[in-house]
């Protein structure tokens, strides 16, 4: 799903709980990884994260449904933009305006995931 299809779907939704059920269920959608992606662990996140690309294309895996909803979000944002592009990126504010409510386990572990797209 594009990055624009889910921010409207998550703007729409006004209930917490159900806006992370929509979370969770953009998580269960993701696009498998490919054997020949290149995977890199997340370090900082409480849960396992691994954000791999093939190209200018993003795949993710987490152990955690909401973690693997959060990811897909963040990849959807990200998806087909080139390293350069992604730097340019204010890929916080933009998460911090679709008003998920995550705990702070959860938003230290995307701080570091928003890290290493931008360090690409």
């Given at each position: 799903?594009?990055?624009?299809?889910?921010?409207?779907?998550?703007?729409?939704?006004?209930?917490?709980?159900?806006?992370?059920?929509?979370?969770?269920?953009?998580?269960?959608?993701?696009?498998?990884?490919?054997?020949d992606?290149?995977?890199?662990?997340?370090?900082?996140?409480?849960?396992?994260?691994?954000?791999?690309?093939?190209?200018?294309?993003?795949?993710?895996?987490?152990?955690?449904?909401i973690?693997?909803?959060?990811?897909a979000?963040?990849?959807?944002?990200?998806?087909?933009?080139?390293?350069?592009?992604?730097?340019?990126?204010n890929l916080?504010?933009?998460?911090?305006?679709?008003?998920i409510?995550?705990?702070?386990g959860?938003?230290?572990?995307?701080?570091?995931?928003?890290?290493?797209?931008?360090?690409?």
């Amino acid at each position: 799903m594009q990055y624009e299809q889910m921010k409207s779907i998550l703007q729409m939704i006004e209930d917490p709980v159900e806006k992370l059920e929509m979370v969770m269920d953009f998580g269960a959608h993701m696009a498998p990884v490919p054997d020949d992606a290149k995977c890199t662990e997340i370090v900082g996140c409480a849960s396992f994260v691994e954000i791999c690309r093939v190209g200018n294309k993003f795949f993710g895996r987490a152990d955690s449904g909401i973690v693997r909803g959060v990811v897909a979000i963040l990849l959807a944002m990200v998806n087909g933009k080139s390293p350069e592009q992604i730097k340019k990126m204010n890929l916080a504010q933009e998460f911090s305006s679709l008003n998920i409510q995550l705990g702070a386990g959860r938003l230290s572990g995307l701080n570091s995931m928003i890290s290493f797209l931008q360090n690409l």
